[in-house]
């Protein structure tokens, strides 16, 4: 989450109470990033590491490092995430950031995963609501992801339901409450068979980028399954608009905007890692690029930028 108004980041220093070196530095700047990551370590006496916990970072607008939180700022507590929180999205309603998150849950006859939400003020201290309300959740769902402001009136959640029908592709939601009922509303985009690959599935990434009056870009994960049995993850890029019958629709896309190039985004951590993979859950405009932290091979954070003229081109023409 990008965050350029200077009073604002001045209530969130003061609520988070940083050690008097970082507070030095984070006054430096009139706008900062606040990232908020997954991490996996590994079991020891006190507590299972190996279960994905999300962690805070702050950065300059260009993603350069000023503090790493030592302690988890969300762990797998409660029952309906026991296993593992990941894939965090945030964004601003009112004076509050939601995230939506992925909450895997332990069950005696098959696991569930569950899109959940929590709130906060300041990215350091989180209220959680628990599993997201409505059909969406009745079946293994995820990838949630809130438009930044309503559309005809009501609040519209990407998400990839990975059972039932026209599963593994993005879909929307609509709701009049954010913590209310959800109802799906069908698919947003499908996908195109890489002829490279046996399969191809996608699901949503960073929150929508507003980028003229009823027009977004979106930046979404594409995967792929190989006749080797070996997996890839790319980056796409869409372009939706807000339609009166519909709420939203598919307008174009370029794919894939990114494959996995470097020996960072090719070969993970031995125990934990997935080769192979691009993943996003955030990107921000700032000066003249469009930023985007995004995971390599499920075991380090890296960070992108591509000038924001040049995304503005293909998407508006």
């Not at 503090?67 to 995430?81: A, D, G, M, T, V």
């Not at 990215?123 to 995820?142: A, M, Q, S, T, Y």
Request: charged share 30%; proline share 4%.
């Amino acid at each position: 989450v990008l965050i350029e108004d200077k009073e604002e980041i001045g209530r969130i220093i003061e609520s988070i109470k940083p050690d008097k070196e970082t507070l030095s530095e984070l006054q430096k700047y009139n706008s900062l990033c606040f990232l908020i990551y997954r991490a996996q370590g590994k079991a020891s006496v006190e507590y299972d590491y190996r279960r994905s916990s999300l962690g805070l970072a702050i950065f300059t607008p260009d993603l350069k490092l000023i503090k790493r939180f030592p302690h988890p700022i969300l762990r797998p507590e409660e029952e309906f995430e026991n296993l593992g929180v990941e894939d965090p999205r945030i964004i601003k309603v009112g004076d509050r950031y939601f995230m939506f998150y992925t909450g895997y849950q332990s069950r005696k006859e098959k696991n569930k995963i569950n899109i959940c939400v929590a709130e906060t003020k300041d990215f350091l201290h989180w209220v959680k609501h628990g599993v997201l309300r409505g059909e969406i959740n009745k079946v293994d769902n995820k990838n949630a992801v809130l438009f930044p402001e309503k559309i005809n009136g009501k609040f519209v959640l990407l998400h990839r339901p990975m059972e039932g029908e026209n599963a593994m592709v993005i879909h929307y939601a609509t709701a009049d409450d954010l913590l209310g009922e959800w109802r799906d509303e069908g698919v947003l985009i499908d996908v195109i068979l890489n002829q490279e690959f046996e399969r191809t599935w996608n699901g949503a990434g960073a929150p929508p980028l507003k980028i003229e009056s009823g027009k977004y870009l979106l930046i979404y994960h594409i995967g792929n399954l190989g006749r080797n049995g070996e997996r890839e993850y790319d980056l796409g890029l869409a372009i939706v608009e807000e339609d009166e019958k519909n709420y939203v629709k598919f307008v174009k896309r370029f794919e894939p905007f990114m494959r996995p190039e470097t020996k960072f985004e090719k070969t993970g951590d031995i125990e934990l890692g997935v080769n192979n993979v691009l993943f996003i859950c955030g990107a921000y405009f700032y000066d003249r690029y469009l930023y985007f932290p995004y995971a390599g091979a499920d075991s380090v954070i890296l960070g992108g930028r591509v000038l924001k003229e040049e995304i503005l081109r293909w998407a508006l023409s």
